[in-house]
C-alpha cells in the first residue's frame, strides 16, 4: 500500500459552480437557479461557494444581495473579482468597490502571473502587474475582507518564466493573501507535472490552493495530485461544469480524498448525500446527468455482464471500488436480455421483492425476454421494470384509469399547435382535459397532469427532466418501431420508464403514462 | 520543463469499443454498427481493435465472420475470450476452440491474477488458476496466434496479494504472451498508485499493457501514468464509453501521449481526423457526445467569457493548451462555425452552381450559419443544403404549395389510430387528401404522397429509406428541440433532408416535405 497523504489542519473544498462552471457553454442560471444550487452545496457542506462577480454583472450584484438572507449553515460566500486596472488606485476603483459591497467576509481576485498574458495581454509592465496585486490585495483587507487570489495561467507561466511566475505568489502571499490559488487556466497539464511545480510554489511560505481545468481529461487527477504535493484548498465545480471542457468535479475530488486517502473533507453523514445534491445540482442548471459520471452517475455501480452477476452474489465488494451507500449511490443489476434468473432476483430484492421462488423468477425472466425483443429496453428503465414485477406479482394498483386520449397536430398558413385531449378517471372522479404544447407528447404531458391534478395534487411538481428516442430498426422509414424513454423526477428522486411501438405518439404515452403512474404509487404517500 | 518519456520501439493503442465500450448501460451495437465502427477505428488507425467475444456471444461471432470482409488497411482485429475452465484442457474447450475459429491472427484472453477473486469467485486453487493460464496461451500459441493476456483485478490484487499477482504475470509471460495487460478492472486506483506497480510488474520482463476504468475519474491520468512507468500497450475505448463509469477514452489519451509528450501515436494528418473519428463513433453508438468532451468536444476549444475576447485576437495560444486544428476541432466549434465560406464553395461548385462570387458565398454562408446554430445539420442533409442554395440563388421551383395538414393520433379502447389530413396545390390542382399510418409521420407521409401522384405519378415509387430523430438539447424534457433527417430513395439515388423543430411532428413534416419536393424537382424528367 503506498503511503497516504496527511490531510492539513486546515482544508478548504472551494466550489465555483456558480462562477466559472456557468461559463459553460449552454448553461444558464438565473438568479433563482444560484441561490437554490447555493443552497444544495451549504446542504453538503463545502466550505466556500463563490457566488458570481459582482459589479460586473449585474445578476451577480443581485445574488449577493439576495444570497444575505439564505442563512447558510456550513459555508461561506465569496465575492470574485480581479485585480484594480493598471496605473489606477484600488480604493478609487469601482469594481473592487462593487467586491466590498457584495457584503461576503471572502473576497477571491483573479490576478495574471504568467509573464507573456501581462505584457500581451493585459499590456502592462511586470512591476505594475505585482503593484495591481499588492494595492487591491491591501485595499480589501484594509476594508475587513479575508483575500484569496487566483494566479492566472500559473502552471503555463511557470514552466514559461518561473521566476515570475514564483514572484506574483510571493507578492500576493505579502500583501496578506489567505490562500494563492495556482490555476491551470488553459487545462493542459498532467498530474506528473503538477507536483514539482506546486513545491517550488510553496517555497513561498503561502498556503496554496489549485484551480485545474479538464482539457487533458485529467482534471480531478491534477486536483489530487496537488494535493498529494501539499495544497490546502482545491476549487472546482458541481458535475464538472464550466468553460470549454469544465473544471475539476468536486463530486468526484470530495470522495476519493475522503475514501481513498481517508481524510474527513465532509461528515460521512453528508458525504452520504453526494448523489443527491449531484442530482438536484444537474436539474436546476438544467443539464442531464451522465450516467457513468463517476461516485454519482446512474450507471456508476451498475453491472451488466452476466459473467459477475454469480460472482457478485458472493460478495459485491469483489466487483466495486467503494461500497455505494458511502456517496448515497447504489449497486445496481442491469436487466437486459443477456440477463439470466439470477440478475432478476437480485434486482428483485432491491426492489424489496421476494423472488426466491424459482419457478416465479423464472416465469418473469421468459416475461422480461419477450418484452425486451419487442424492443423494450428495462436496463435503462427501472420504473417500468418495477411496474412490470409488480403486475407479474399482482400487486398492482394503477392510481388511473385512462379511458381515451388523442392529440393533434396542424399547420395552417405557416403556424403550428399541437392540442391533446385526455379521459381519465382517478380517486373515482372522471376527468375530461384539453392541454396544449410545444410538440404532440408535450401536449399529451400536459394534459395528463392536468387530468391528474385534482386526485393527486403533487403531480404538479412531477419534472419531466429527459426524452429521448431511438429508432430501434433504422432502414423502416416512418414506420419503424421506436423506443422512448422519459425521466421524470420528484423531491431529489428521478425514475425512467419506456414506451414501444411503431407509433411514436403511442410509444411516448406508454412511457408517460408509467412515469406518472409509478410516481404516484412509490413517491407519494397516500 | 520535466522530462518527457521516450515513446517505446513498440506501442500499441488497443480499442476495446467494441467489446467493453458495449458493456456500457443503455448502448447497444448491432452487427451492422460494429462493422462501421470498425472501419472508422481502422481509417483514424488505432493498432488493435478488440471486436468481441466469439463464441460466447453469436452476434460477436457474426462479427467475426463479417469483419474478414472489412479489407482493414491500418488495424488488427483481436479476438476477446478467457483462460479456459478449471481443470478442463484448452484444446478440448469448446470456447477456445471459437476464438480460434474467429480467424484473427491476435487474441485476448482475461486471466485472473487476485487471489480473492480465485478462490471465491472462481472457486478453484491459485494453482490451477495458472495452470489454465499456462494451457490456454500454450494451446493458442500452438494455433498460431499471438495472443495478450488481460490480468483481471491486477492493481487491487497486487494491492491485497502482490506476490500472487506478480506470478500470474509472469506465467503469462513464460507461456509466450506477447503483452500481459495490467487491468484496473474496478476503476478504484489513483494515479499516484500506478507507476510502483507497473514498475514491479515489468521486473518480471514482460511486455506490459494498461486497462483501466473512471471510477474515480483518472482513467486518462491512469493510463498517462502506467505510459510514464513504461507500459507499451494502452487499452481504452472511444469517447470513454463501458462498463459502470466507462473505460479510458482514447479520444483523449491519444493526443495527451501525441502532444504532451510529442509521441507520434499515431501519423499527424490521421491525428486531425480525431474530432470527426469521435463524432462518428457516437453517431453510431447513439450515444451524444458531450460538449465539454476534452479534444473533441463541440465546446472544448469554445469560449465564452468575454474577458478573453481582446485578448484571443492578440495571439489564440495564449487561451488554448493546443491548436485545435491538430486534433481536427476547431476554435469556435459552434456547429455553424465547421462551414466556411471555402466549404461553401466547393460544395455548392459541386452541385453544379457558381459560387466563385465572394460576397454570395459569404451571404449563403451567414444564412447556413444562422440555420445550424438553430439546430439544422446540412453535413448529413445534402438535398436540403440543395434547396437552401437554390432559394438563395432564386432559382427554386416549389413543385406543390401546402395550403394546410393536421394529423391525429389517439388511443379508445387499447386501439392507436394516426390519422393526417393534406391540403396542397400541384400543377393549379388542388387536392384534399386524408391518410392513414402507423403513426403520425406515417400518416402524413401517406397523405402527402397521395396528394402529390395525380400531378407526379412517379412520387409512387418514391421510397423512405430511413427516419431518423434526435433530440438535440437533452434535459428539456417533451419540450426539447429535435432534429428529423429523413432518407428517400428513388431510381438508385438517396438523399437527405432535414428538418427541426421544438415540434417532432413540425420537424419531421418539413424534412418530409423537403424530401418530395427535391425528388420532384431533381430526378424527375419533366
Known amino acids: 500500500m503506498p503511503t497516504l497523504p496527511q490531510q492539513p489542519a486546515e482544508f478548504h473544498v472551494f466550489d465555483t459552480s456558480l462562477r466559472d462552471g456557468a461559463q459553460q457553454e449552454g448553461l444558464h442560471l438565473s438568479v433563482p437557479d444560484k441561490l437554490k444550487i447555493a443552497g444544495y452545496l451549504d446542504e453538503l457542506g463545502v466550505t466556500f461557494i463563490e457566488g458570481g462577480w459582482p459589479g460586473a454583472n449585474p445578476a451577480d450584484t443581485e445574488f ?17 473579482g ?3 486596472k493598471a496605473g489606477a488606485k484600488a480604493s478609487e476603483d469601482a469594481l473592487t468597490q462593487a467586491l466590498v459591497d457584495a457584503g461576503t467576509d471572502y473576497i477571491c481576485i483573479v490576478a495574471k502571473s504568467h509573464e507573456d498574458h501581462v505584457r500581451r495581454a493585459l499590456r502592462t509592465t511586470l512591476e505594475e502587474n505585482l503593484e495591481m496585486i499588492t494595492d487591491t ?30 514572484k506574483v ?12 490559488v495556482l490555476c491551470d487556466t488553459n487545462g493542459g497539464m498532467l498530474p506528473s507535472w503538477i507536483g514539482d511545480i506546486v513545491r517550488a510554489a510553496a517555497e513561498t511560505g503561502a498556503n496554496l490552493g489549485v484551480h485545474v481545468h479538464n482539457d487533458t481529461s485529467c482534471a480531478v487527477a491534477n486536483t489530487v495530485a496537488a494535493v498529494e ?29 475522503q475514501l481513498k486517502f481517508g481524510w474527513q473533507v465532509l461528515p460521512p453523514e453528508q458525504l452520504a448525500e453526494l448523489t443527491r445534491v449531484a442530482h ?15 461516485y454519482v452517475g446512474q450507471s456508476s455501480f451498475a453491472h451488466k455482464a452476466g459473467l459477475h452477476a454469480s460472482a457478485i452474489k458472493v460478495d459485491e465488494n469483489l466487483y466495486q471500488h467503494i461500497d455505494p451507500a458511502l456517496v448515497g449511490n447504489d449497486m445496481r443489476m442491469l436487466i437486459s436480455d443477456m440477463a439470466g434468473r439470477a440478475n432478476i432476483q437480485i434486482k428483485g430484492e432491491q ?38 414485477l409488480r403486475d407479474q406479482l399482482d400487486v398492482l394498483e394503477l392510481p388511473f384509469t385512462v379511458d381515451s386520449w388523442r392529440v393533434f397536430t396542424e399547420e395552417r398558413d405557416g403556424t403550428n399547435i399541437s392540442e391533446a385531449t385526455v379521459k381519465l378517471t382517478a380517486k373515482d372522479a372522471r376527468q375530461m382535459v384539453v392541454g396544449e404544447g ?89
Open 64 to 80: 449577493f444581495r439576495l444570497a444575505k438572507d439564505l442563512g447558510l449553515k456550513n459555508s461561506k460566500l465569496v465575492a470574485f
Open 82 to 84: 480581479a485585480t484594480r
Open 137 to 166: 490585495v491591501t485595499f480589501l483587507r484594509s476594508q475587513g475582507k479575508r483575500v484569496f487570489v487566483d494566479a492566472e495561467h500559473f502552471f503555463d507561466g511557470y514552466r514559461a518564466h518561473p521566476e515570475y511566475a514564483i
Open 169 to 180: 505568489v510571493q507578492t500576493a502571499h505579502d500583501a496578506g493573501a489567505e490562500v494563492v
Open 229 to 257: 504535493a501539499g495544497v490546502m484548498h482545491i476549487q472546482g465545480t458541481f458535475n464538472g461544469y464550466g468553460e470549454r471542457t469544465g473544471n475539476a468535479d468536486l463530486s468526484a475530488v470530495i470522495p476519493n480524498l
Open 280 to 294: 438536484a445540482i444537474a436539474l436546476v442548471a438544467h443539464q442531464p446527468l451522465l450516467g457513468r459520471q463517476p
Open 351 to 388: 426492489l424489496g421483492f421476494d423472488l426466491n421462488d424459482r419457478e416465479l423468477a423464472a416465469r418473469i425472466t421468459e416475461v422480461v425476454k419477450a418484452r425486451e425483443s419487442e424492443g423494450y429496453s428495462y436496463e435503462s428503465a427501472d420504473a417500468s421494470f418495477e411496474m412490470l
Open 438 to 526: 410545444n410538440g404532440p407528447v408535450n401536449a399529451l404531458d400536459g394534459a395528463l397532469r392536468a387530468a391528474l391534478i385534482p386526485a393527486y395534487p403533487q403531480v404538479a411538481d412531477f419534472e419531466l427532466t429527459d426524452y429521448r428516442v431511438r429508432i430501434l430498426d433504422e432502414g423502416y422509414g416512418t414506420d419503424a418501431t421506436v423506443r422512448t424513454l422519459i425521466d421524470t423526477s420528484f423531491d431529489g428522486h428521478t425514475w425512467t420508464t419506456v414506451g414501444v411501438g411503431t407509433n411514436v405518439i403511442e410509444a411516448s404515452w406508454e412511457a408517460l403514462s408509467d412515469a406518472l403512474a409509478y410516481g404516484i404509487i412509490t413517491k407519494l404517500a397516500d
